[in-house]
């Protein structure tokens, strides 16, 4: 049997597995016109017959084209013009380089180092699609969420991957330098008074012959109308090429207000994607991954991770921020070991707020407070008399060896006590214990509480 009536054999079992509607408009006109190395490549006309066969129908025509010719294959759909310029066939062959293009792509940002949590996953698995099959699978992918979320880093991502893996063009630039530009090529134009296009030709060849257009921060688009205008050509030439578009805003596609709506428009026609502030989990998760990029693993203890992670709670930049400062900090300390001190010093002023695991202390506070009869702010505050003193002694010997915080920290949660202050409070209800049973299991009534 040639690839031909295999093909057709093929085509006439798939006719029975899915509607005649669907049927004409993505297999009727499909050609199967080569197999090698385990791989069918597939001739389709259309690029959405492309993309609906690899997304929504894959797994179908290998299960059926199996059952025709008895053994296993991969599937390839190529459209004609990808044929004529043979590329796109062995998407897999790894692409060279355009070296001595301008790309202006950051290496240092990879999805190597770009770690995923709840907040990231979907953009984090959009942009990996968007890499591996630039123009094809999500067309134009839009990124956005707050300020240092990592929108920048994962562009220069897609963009590294593309680079190394295919042999395509890839620009990265911020909106801004897209306005400097243009408005440079207007100000030329008019001064050579129309005579020279030139200057049309080079901003119009940087920006659209190129088979990936990366742009950062889109809000900055403004409403200058030329530019808007002109962006909205790029996009448009660009996308009627199944070039790739991605963009990233501070804020939603529709909260951008002063966009025209046919370009809010055509920003969702692809996929829309946003970053959320990372949980604690992916924060500490990315402190130990700096730290390990720069040999610090064992120079910096787990509380101080923890202290980092709880303050810097929206901001990856701030964390990062957080980092370098405790070892500058510890340097100019004459390379003093980094403890929990040592860090608190050194951020006192870089967090607007000390939060620290405050849900856990702030139960302990509130169920011994109630227990004595007390204001939780009793405890924050210098009262030494002995019906405020005794809880807050309680409060911190739960907090010491319950929750397991540190001196330093729960010094700070109960109004800026001092370490040692705390410690003498903690052994002294210690040894009450011990001494005293009742008194004991009053207080694992207390500890009981916790939720
Ligand atoms: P945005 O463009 O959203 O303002 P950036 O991409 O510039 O944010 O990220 C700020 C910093 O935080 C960068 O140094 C970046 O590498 C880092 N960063 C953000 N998210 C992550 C992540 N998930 N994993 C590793 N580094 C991250
Ligand atoms: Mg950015």
Redesign the pocket.
């Known amino acids: 049997m040639n690839v031909e009536q295999l093909w057709n054999s093929f085509l006439e079992k798939i006719k029975g597995r899915i509607s005649k509607i669907s049927y004409d408009t993505w297999f009727a006109d499909s050609k199967l016109i080569e197999i090698k190395d385990n791989v069918a490549i597939v001739l389709v006309s259309m690029h959405i017959q492309k993309k609906n066969l690899k997304e929504n129908y894959n797994d179908l025509i290998e299960e059926v084209f199996t059952e025709v010719s008895g053994s296993n294959f991969k599937f390839k759909y190529v459209l004609e013009e990808e044929l004529e310029n043979n590329i796109e066939i062995n998407t897999d062959v790894i692409g060279v380089p355009n070296n001595n293009f301008e790309t202006n792509l950051n290496s240092k ?1 990879t999805f190597d ?4 949590g709840e907040s ?1 996953k979907f953009a984090h698995a959009t942009a990996v699609a968007v890499a591996e099959s630039p123009g094809q699978m999500y067309n134009p992918l839009f990124i956005y ?1 707050s ?8 562009m220069h991502a897609i963009g590294n991957y593309i680079v190394e893996n295919k042999n395509k063009r890839v620009l990265y630039v911020t909106c801004e330098k897209f306005v400097e530009d243009f408005i440079g090529t207007t100000r030329k134009k008019n001064k050579n008074n129309s005579e020279n296009f030139d200057v049309v030709e080079i901003f119009k060849k940087k920006y659209r012959d190129i088979d990936v257009l990366i742009i950062d921060d889109i809000q900055y688009l403004g409403n200058a109308n030329q530019t808007q205008q002109e962006f909205f050509n790029t996009f448009n030439d660009l996308y009627g090429n199944n070039k790739q578009i991605i963009i ?1 805003s501070d804020r939603s596609p529709e909260d951008l207000k002063l966009l025209e709506e046919r370009l809010i428009t055509r920003f969702n026609w692809g996929i829309t994607t946003i ?1 959320s502030p ?1 949980d604690f989990e ?1 924060r500490m998760n ?1 402190i130990d ?1 700096k730290i390990d990029n720069n040999m610090l693993n064992n120079s910096f203890p787990q509380d101080v991770k923890e202290y980092i992670a709880s303050n810097c709670t929206s901001d ?2 701030k964390l ?1 921020g957080a980092i370098t400062r405790v070892v500058a900090y510890a340097t100019m300390m004459s390379g003093s070991d980094i403890t929990l001190d040592l860090a608190i010093d050194a951020l006192q002023d870089y967090f607007t707020k000390p939060i620290m695991n405050k849900n856990k202390i702030d139960q302990v506070m509130q169920i011994v407070s109630n227990y004595y009869n007390i204001k939780v702010e009793d405890l924050k505050s210098k009262k030494r008399k002995n019906e405020i003193a005794f809880p807050r002694q309680v409060a911190m010997y739960i907090c010491r060896n319950i929750l397991d915080e540190s001196l330093t920290k729960i010094g700070i949660e109960f109004g800026g006590k001092d370490h040692t202050t705390v410690m003498h409070s903690v052994n002294k209800i210690s040894k009450l214990i011990k001494d005293d049973n009742k008194f004991e299991m009053e207080i694992n009534k207390l500890i009981n509480q916790i939720k």
């Not at 180092?113 to 995923?116: K, L, Q």
């Not at 300020?147 to 994962?154: D, E």
């Open positions: 940002y180092n770009f770690i995923v990231n969420g300020s240092g979320l990592g929108k920048t880093h994962l990233s970053i990372p992916l990315i991954n990856v930049r990062e």
